[in-house]
């Protein structure tokens, strides 16, 4: 079953084990993005995923690629041009420090993708599904242009579109506004992560619980079946509380809530989640039992390292069926 | 005092941490055998240990012998021959994400031992103690035979024997059944570890607990003094509870039952509780008192990366007296 | 705001991660020296913070200073000259596991300073803290007289002065009594840390609480203001319970109790309390403010690997504020 | 341009930098065997290869493929089944010391591969080039049929087909000789890396020179249009001199000589000339700049560690050019 | 002596040994530039070296002015701000295979720098040298304006300046030529090292060899009283030779000639080159020793990882004294 | 065949690769010391080699002891006592930066050993050789008094004994004067390490050639069969040249020349010499063989890291036997 993710994949550098940046001299390597994470989660759980991205082309760029190409990951659609290889720093945190981020991704070769640089028809023929981020259209015109149409491509071509719809207030800086882009792309989509207060601020689709900001978005963008979010309670960097919610417009489907300890890598949980999801609306006809799924796989994602979830559907399963005791397995 | 332990020696390979097979590129190096592992164990607590295997005549071979006279281990009786060096490949979880082994072991050169090529006479002379565990009579008629020749020395000459009578049905490929070769060399010992489940299927030896499963044993098998078994609680990966009992066909002695968190390295734990046990029955009078040396041996184990109890008798005594502060010694 | 302190810098080596010395074939160099430590944490809260110390004039000793001054702790005072670099080998713990010191300071040139070998007058020129320990003058009557001489120039002056007045048995080689030569130097303290035995033991100020226990030394030194201490309870060498007092004479200022858990390294978690409690005591008019500063800043260095407190201000208040959560911050 | 190579992949563990096997308590993880590092090379040169193997179905046998894919090679054509992963150990000399290989292959997935496992009409579809070695005959007798299928196929097909006739008399354990095996395969031929010793000794085909045996061989097998060899002067493990030939039946192409210190990987030293060989006859006309560039390809290969050559054709035309400066390229 | 250098620090990151990127999945750190090379130089030959730049005002950014500090260079005039860290990726080559540089400086926080950011007048009060490179220039008007500003306060307080005249075409991107912009910046200086062919193309200053060319340079620039350039013999990545020339306007003062073999860092060699002159020209009274200094230096520089020069004094006079021995030092 | 020998062991810490110590943020860890590194070699060699030493008895002092076991040396004669233990920091260099070494031995357990600590007619029972070097006696007079009856018992006993009378002057802190120490020692022996100027200064044996104060050493000390010596051309750190001459009282028997590039190692390849040589004395008739023996030995001891030779006879013989082609053996 072929999937399809479209967004920028940045090299993670990260001091060994939780280090502080002024500490260490070397940096572990990492390669994601919300997006290409999500479709290396599909390639573990047995999909045909393909990642279309824009990489610098050169030896950095060509590394992103093997390492996406390594874990299952088709690169045949990948573009290679001018600008850089975004990066982010990460300083992993424990106990009551919390980690930290320092983003470097401006004037990346995928920021400057152009809006015909992608043939989308191509892309999707024969796709099952179609995945997208709020980063994307955030990080330049040409990326938010060719990610509409990426999305109004697969609404022609009858694949389900999905969008996690995440807001970051500190990209958006090339004079547009999400709420004057955002619409359009979510116009096709037919899944959507995000909470009511996001509803609220991008769509002006207002509800006094999930269920009813769920409800109103999908009066105003009629192709959305299904809302879901993750709800998480931070207790420290090393111990956190899972649980995810999917509505469909007439029934909430909650997932049961996780007590996750210790963590070793909680970046890239939340694309572990809308995998699992993807996954699950994709192959099992009970919504309890996508949701289910996808909360099992954010869970196991919290104990591997990296940015991507490797956890396989056999191990999910096991999770998901209440087996959380990590006996041996010989 | 002389113990002597015999079985196989494998090269255990695992990535750094808790990184799973597919993204490491480098893999840690221990050495470690469930016989091999109570030697090392006897030899920390002060013992004189002598490991009985068989080697690949190169350098890898070698470097297990080594390693084993690292920790003060005799290797005087170890033969050097053809065949492989065992392997096991583990991935260290946490959390909810299991530990998975893949063992390649299939041809070692242990495995190729013949029934006469130990001098156990020579070997077992003075000894005090004498071990082994149901892996090696699962492996190769050669091994099987070999072990019995070894435990009917011991037998001979007087030497308390131990098993383990671990049951794998991923072994045992040679054509024999345990049930065919068990009983004989159950018939030379003094302890057993076991449980009543294991006690029926192997031996027939039925009882609705594990104490009137143990007291079958002694019937059937007169030279038994003990039985013994630990009970583990895994609530994940990173955390279990721990507990022990011996019976002596009168009397069963408990352990306290340890919660152990974080875990650092499972493996090899039930091997420190057979070598602390060993131990305090080779030095205490109290039985109740060896079980709690056993049981908190093996708690430490879980602190201690590899597959060998590397605690001292000092610090098994300070935590089986209560302190487990863990508050820095200067 | 010119913050002196004075005291040895050891190197530390410590296995990866929570290896046993005898697994190991590399250590992690570390520097730390409990004195040195309360610089780097004072300088990392950004005071302009100056450690005085004596190091071998060698590659060792050039290396300790520049690890000194990478933190921005200026060594213009440091002097140069004769015996070895003081050492300490740490076995980090875990859970039940305790860490533990094998110290190889003996003889080092710290221990080998001279009376006069420091000019404090201009060394304590516009300072506006001067802190030492009890280690110091533990070392050598050497060591001991230039701490005194330093106290006494900073009475003189005017500037405040803290002393941990830490007793450690095993140190005092050289023939003198902590009773003969502690209260000289005390007698010019305004902050004592220290608990109501040593209290008794060092000075024969007795009382049955601290605050009583305070009183007395306050009415032995007229000049102490403050005397504090921290009390933890060690539930495991990874999970502690911690928290301060601060005693002005009249009220006792009690933190909040922090719960820690994973521990990283406890090391120069004490140091962490004394710089966060003296920037505090130099920075709020509050002692309660001052206090819980002291103690977040503590717990907060228990998530840092090695000796010294990395954490920021606002990472201090933000804990103080009460949001343990660890969040990731971007 | 399609090109498909067939055999097996091992696993290779080698200690750190020269360490001893001895010595070392980590391994470093390349992957590599004889006609998969020939895949390498070529997708590294910008063709489209895909390499056919059989791994075992478990975490290993797909982190084998991964790697592959990595490096740009298609997996899609490899099986997955029983049998363990090929190893070998490798410790790297140095100057007067050399390198040692302890293999440890035998019962490999690949050696249980059947005659009919692979569609060799669908792998060999469009294809430009197969190529094989002496190492797959001599594995199994599965793994020799499977070969003469495959072969036979790209003759049918009219796919050129390399074969490197490296003989190993420590392999051929499965009761064929390879003067039994070989003929049939090479019958297929169009281009033979071999030495005239081999030829007479697996074919019978003797001549005086180089030369000479290979007319030799192309009268045996007709569909032989090149034969070529390299020649190493090893003056030390660290230091070795390099050249190759190629003889097109009337014509003896020689490369230059290339002086290579220092030595970082000797291994796959010769694939990277196989490879660079084929690319070069598939993309020039000219047969001399084939074999030049095949021994520029094979030079920087010593550069680079692991199995796999991962020179790019500008690196390599740029040596070929005689640029050897190594200048920094910015 | 104090001594100022100006220019950008990027934080350079390469694989371990000579890995090539798309094989590491870790990276060393190390920070550097051309200018802050040559203050650390300086500091270690005992001079007070001041290294003026701006960073960006985060943890990394922090964490470079640690590393300038560890090594005794002063960073009190270092300005933080907006912008990100230039970074550059490098490669090392081995042998025939070239290093490589991926350079990631743009819009650094470094060429956000404006005009009058630097208080000149501190800065160079009581220097006794300034020392600029054509990097600088080349980043940004605003980096060119405030090196201007900087070598005319130099001047005007009668501090001697040097200037590396380096030109890279692939920098000078912001609408300026270095014809327009490096000559009021060169008429302030009193060395001057760069190559005949340099001093043509940029400031018209023709000479048929050095010495010609050199002298024209002091014609157009009266105030420049010498001009200097290294020779570079590149052998291989590994092997290299080496020598400099000194030329006062009216003497040629060449150095011997090193044969260096093995390269362990090629990077910063001619800074350290630099340093070594300027030192010289600071401290010894003969052209000629200055000279031999400089080339002594940078031969060390070849044999230590990173972009700093970590020989001392009496390192580099025992190397200019001809003893390249490498005589173990006790 | 049991070999003694006697003297301190120490923890050698050296940076990763040819890092500077101050670099550097871990070091790899060795034991190491003259006689144990012969002890170590010959124990490769397929002796019983036993090493007589004291360790502080703390968990540093046990791994010292596990590492000599490792290596196949018995430790059954080892003390255990107060005392540190002695360390060396060593920086590795590279081409022409030699490498530096920083004692840290002064008041290390073995210094304090007592002239009657160890029961010598024990241990050299059925012993067939006895080495010491001058590094024991120059400690301390406790030292000089344990080897003066170590010796005296093995000329009882009639166990030969070789001294390497390697002179420190920075040694030999206690008093006395190697004068003074040694003749008594040398008395004992029948092989005697050392050039003419030692054999003047020590025992005023004085010759204008080797051969002559060989012969002035037999004449002064009648037990003396064999005096030898190295000849070490130091090219540079990386490149050396080395040969050996061994002379008894008639002939003089010298070894080929190797050249050795590049170095791994450089430590302890004397003490490879020296345990060749003894092999040789012990195993050949011929002197000649044997100096070729020990040089070869010597010369692999530079490839491999650490302090002691792990060459085996087979691969000594090989390159004795003129093949340092370094060729790949699997």
């Known amino acids: 079953m072929k999937v399809v993710t479209f967004g920028e994949v940045m090299l993670r550098l990260s001091p060994p084990g939780v280090e502080r940046f002024v500490q260490t001299d070397s940096l572990a390597m990492h390669f994601g993005g919300t997006e290409a994470n999500v479709a290396v989660s599909l390639s573990q759980l047995g999909l045909d ?48 420090r919390a980690s930290q981020i320092i983003y470097d991704r401006a004037d990346s070769a995928f920021s400057r993708i152009k809006a015909d640089e992608i043939d989308w028809e191509t892309v999707l023929q024969d796709a099952s599904w179609f995945h997208w981020t ?29 969008g996690d719809i995440v807001y970051r207030s500190n990209l958006w800086q090339y004079g547009r506004t999400p709420q004057e882009i955002m619409p359009a792309i979510t ?30 978005m999908m009066q105003r963008f009629p192709t959305i079946k299904y809302v879901t979010d993750t709800k998480r309670n931070s207790l420290s960097a090393s111990h956190n509380q899972l649980s995810a919610k999917l509505f469909n417009g007439e029934t909430i489907f909650k997932s049961r809530v ?73």
């Open 49 to 96: 995923a393909n990642h279309v991205t824009r990489f610098p082309d050169h030896a950095l760029g060509r590394s992103a690629a093997g390492y996406l190409r390594k874990y299952g990951v088709s690169t045949q659609y990948i573009q290679y041009g001018d600008g850089r290889l975004g990066l982010y720093f990460l300083e992993t945190g424990a106990g009551s």
């Open 134 to 162: 709020g980063i994307t259209p955030a990080l330049s015109q040409g990326a938010a242009d060719c990610l509409l149409a990426g999305v109004q491509t697969a609404k022609k071509l009858g694949v389900p579109v999905s």
């Open 187 to 216: 116009e096709c989509c037919t899944l959507v992560l995000g909470n009511k207060a996001l509803f609220s601020e991008l769509y002006g689709a207002v509800g006094s619980t999930f269920q009813e900001a769920g409800r109103a």
């Open 258 to 330: 996780y007590d996750i300890q210790p963590i070793v890598d909680r970046i890239g949980t939340g694309d572990a989640y809308m995998a699992g999801l993807i996954y699950g609306l994709l192959t099992f006809s009970d919504p309890q039992r996508a949701v289910e799924f996808g909360v099992a796989a954010s869970a196991l994602k919290h104990t591997i390292p990296g940015d991507v979830n490797l956890a396989t559907v056999s191990e999910i399963e096991t999770l998901e069926a209440g087996d959380s005791s990590g006996k041996l397995r010989r």
